[in-house]
């Protein structure tokens, strides 16, 4: 029987616990450590009975991890990654990977010339549902992808602002949440070569936005929209239509649409629609949706993470993946501070 792993979590905010809930549940890693300096840290440690330290060297000197979940801000990825790899220590470092394009090609680069394994947390493309809807573009059923749409519409709380550092540069949700709906895209349907876009803060007034519109150029010739809004009361998001998140109330609406030049695939549901006989707007559809287990992305995360450590297998997103993840997120600013059209 393999021993499990041994991994700390760094960082006991709303994502930080959730990783630690999950690594504490999981057969195959073993949660022996929280690194977080505040009270909060204490508390989840205490909660899932590992040990408590306030950084790095304190818990490389009282528990030894082998490997280091960072969920910290966004703003000291950079800085907590280079840490790990620093210590030799294997680190997943939650999306984005740093909250700048040269700073995330530093933490890449020195993992790289350590030979120390690095990942980013974008947890989606661990979820059953997105490795079925690339099955599902990747086998022709939809013929050419050739256009996509994406929406992360919802509206988050006042108090969740009450934290100085989520109304900060680096902090809005272009960088926090359609990073996902980003790399979902590209998983889904490859390279980013150009970006257009624009945002606004008309409602908050915040340094960071509050809505996004993009536009989406892919090295394929397909185009998609992404938008986001998190002020606005509405059901059409992955957090809201997935179920992926028990936190969030569930809607049987769909997220993300596209289209290809033999039929359409809408998520989450799968629905694959197809022409009967000729294609045509003419022609009633044919309807299909495959079934899937349901599991959770997270918990799949931390098992392909202990896996990675092992040597058992490559990680399914690693820095550089989340790296270009974050070329395009930054195309994105880029393009909304300019007006223009910004090519990768």
């Known amino acids: 029987m393999t021993a499990p792993v041994r991994l700390a979590v760094m960082g006991a905010g709303l994502i930080g616990k959730r990783h630690a809930m999950h690594v504490h549940a999981s057969d195959e890693a073993e949660l022996v450590c ?18 408590w330290a ?16 960072v969920a910290t801000p966004n703003q000291i990825h950079m800085q907590n990654g280079l840490d790990c790899i620093a210590a030799g220590i294997p680190a997943l470092v939650e999306k984005p990977l740093c909250d700048s394009v040269a700073d995330a090609e530093r933490l890449v680069s020195a993992a790289e010339a350590a030979g120390v394994v690095l990942l980013t947390g974008h947890h989606r493309r661990h979820n059953l549902l997105m490795q079925k809807a690339r099955e599902i573009i990747d086998s022709g059923a939809i013929g050419t ?41 590209r998983y889904l349907l490859g390279d980013v070569v150009a970006v257009t876009a624009r945002e606004s803060n008309a409602v908050r007034g915040n340094a960071v936005e509050e809505t996004a519109v993009i536009l989406l150029e892919f090295a394929s010739g397909a185009l998609a929209t992404a938008s986001v809004c998190d002020s606005t009361v509405a059901p059409w ?16 609406e769909h997220c993300y649409l596209i289209g290809g030049t033999h039929g359409s695939l809408a998520l989450p549901s799968l629905d694959l ?4 006989g000729a294609r045509s707007w003419y022609s009633p559809f044919d309807l299909q949706r495959p079934g899937i287990p349901n599991e959770d992305p997270l918990a799949r995360q931390v098992t392909q993470f202990a896996r990675v450590i092992r040597g058992q297998e490559p990680p399914l997103v690693s820095g550089r993946e989340g790296l270009e993840t974050l070329r395009v997120i930054e195309a994105v ?3 909304a501070a300019s007006g223009g059209r910004v090519t990768l």
């Open 145 to 185: 992808p050739i256009v996509a749409n994406a929406m992360f519409w919802l509206h988050k709380p006042d108090d969740y602002f009450d934290v100085a550092w989520r109304r900060e540069k680096g902090a809005g949700p272009v960088f926090l949440n359609l990073i996902h709906d980003v790399d979902n895209l």
């Open 237 to 252: 998001s992955w957090e809201m239509t997935t179920g992926e998140n028990p936190a969030y109330p569930r809607s049987e």
């Open 273 to 276: 629609r197809t022409a009967q």
């Open 34 to 51: 929280v690194i977080d300096p505040t009270p909060a840290g204490e508390a989840v440690a205490r909660e899932f009975g590992s040990i």
């Open 333 to 335: 600013k880029r393009s």
């Open 54 to 69: 306030r950084d790095l060297d304190d818990a490389l000197q009282k528990a030894r991890p082998e490997g280091v979940i």
